[in-house]
């Protein structure tokens, strides 16, 4: 059981460059999310997948597309990356049984773009 | 390693002391609290958890306490050690989760 696992853990971009980080899951959860991390700024919701089919936006969606390939994936994709797209990228998936919201993390994608 | 938390506010231990580390959430509506503890180019990882229904629980060398009053959230760490050395931030889910910006905890030998 791996849990979440996410690919690349590092990336370099030139800006205008496009890419897809890839996350999967193997916990058989429903929901899926994709978070960004900043110094000093906390942990903040790009996209999620509340169940296999749906996506919504979250609190900063712009430059960002995603898609939730099947139960276990949920990739988000950059098309023409910029500067301020630098930042460390989580994926997460959630088990609400009992209608707690733990949301469990992959190990992160640190993302540089020039 | 990465440059998570540069500017988050510092709590410095002895190792062996207990640590307390503290959070303030926003929402009086929020049911459902949850701690983290991210280690330097790691993602976050679940420690504890708690309901509103409840004002204390404890794991394993660790204690979350819930103060409902005054919105104040908090976790104890028993005899702390090196591997103790971390982010910890809290969580709050109502209808949504909503994260703190965290705490790096550093401990002294």
């Known amino acids: 059981n791996a849990g979440v696992t996410q690919t690349p853990k590092f990336q370099v971009l030139k800006t205008g460059q496009s890419m897809t980080l890839q996350c999967a899951q193997d916990?058989?959860?429903?929901?899926m999310y994709w978070y960004r991390q900043d110094p000093g700024m906390g942990l903040r919701l790009i996209y999620y997948?509340?169940?296999?089919?749906?996506?919504d936006k979250g609190e900063v969606p712009n430059g960002y597309n995603v898609s939730r390939l099947n139960k276990r994936e949920f990739s988000l994709r950059l098309e023409s990356a910029a500067p301020s797209q630098t930042s460390v990228y989580f994926c997460?998936?959630?088990?609400?049984?009992?209608?707690?919201?733990?949301?469990?993390f992959g190990p992160g994608t640190r993302l540089t773009v020039l | 390693g990465e440059s998570v938390g540069l500017h988050l506010p510092t709590l410095s231990v002895q190792e062996g002391d207990n640590s307390i580390i503290n959070c303030a959430y926003s929402?009086?509506?929020?049911?459902?609290f949850i701690w983290y503890k991210q280690e330097s180019g790691k993602g976050p990882q679940f420690i504890i958890d708690?309901?509103?229904?409840?004002d204390k629980r404890q794991g394993q060398r660790v204690t979350v306490l819930l103060n409902k009053t005054v919105k104040h959230l908090s976790l104890q760490i028993a005899a702390t050690q090196p591997g103790d050395s971390a982010v910890y931030f809290c969580?709050?889910?109502?209808?949504?989760?909503?994260f703190g910006k965290g705490t790096r905890l550093h401990i002294l030998p």
């Open positions: 997460a998936s959630t088990d609400k049984t009992g209608g707690a919201d733990t949301q469990y």
């Open positions: 916990m058989n959860h429903n929901s």
């Open positions: 997948s509340a169940s296999e089919g749906t996506t």
């Open positions: 929402n009086s509506a929020s049911d459902y």
């Open positions: 708690i309901r509103s229904n409840m």
């Open positions: 969580a709050e889910t109502h209808d949504k989760i909503i």
